[in-house]
């Protein structure tokens, strides 16, 4: 049989360390949380920049087929000129806390006008 050892000054510091780190770990996870939700967004930015492009190049609607695919709250922009078709979608990315301002995310993509295609329109 061990002896017990005696209660000293070390008590209750697991507590007093844990409570100075949970805010700290909090505040990572948050972080971490934010910054996935901003890749998924921007990766779906680039999917409805891709389709606007591509659907403008054929001479459909680009912004109407881009709008389709963007995540809620996006702008969709094609511009056309001369033979290449550019489109750009920007989206809020909302920061995982109340307080926090919004992210933007924004991607674009370029396409070449279809030979043979009705005149490219946005």
């Known amino acids: 049989m061990t002896p017990r050892r005696p209660a000293g000054r070390d008590r209750g510091s697991f507590t007093a360390e844990l409570a100075a780190g949970l805010p700290a770990l909090l505040l990572l996870l948050l972080a971490g949380l ?3 939700n901003a890749v998924t967004t921007k990766a779906a930015c680039l999917d409805a920049a891709r389709e606007a492009a591509l659907a ?3 001479g459909e609607a680009g912004g109407a087929a881009g709008s389709r695919i963007a995540p809620p709250g996006a702008l969709v922009t094609v ?3 001369g033979d290449r078709v550019t489109a750009t979608v920007r989206a809020p990315v909302r920061a ?3 307080r926090l301002p919004r992210i ?3 991607a674009t993509t370029v396409a070449a006008v279809e030979p043979g ?3 490219a329109r946005p």
């Open 34 to 36: 934010t910054a996935v």
């Open 56 to 58: 403008a190049s054929r």
């Open 79 to 81: 511009s056309v000129g």
């Open 96 to 98: 995982l806390g109340a």
């Open 104 to 106: 933007s995310v924004a």
């Open 117 to 119: 295609a009705p005149e």
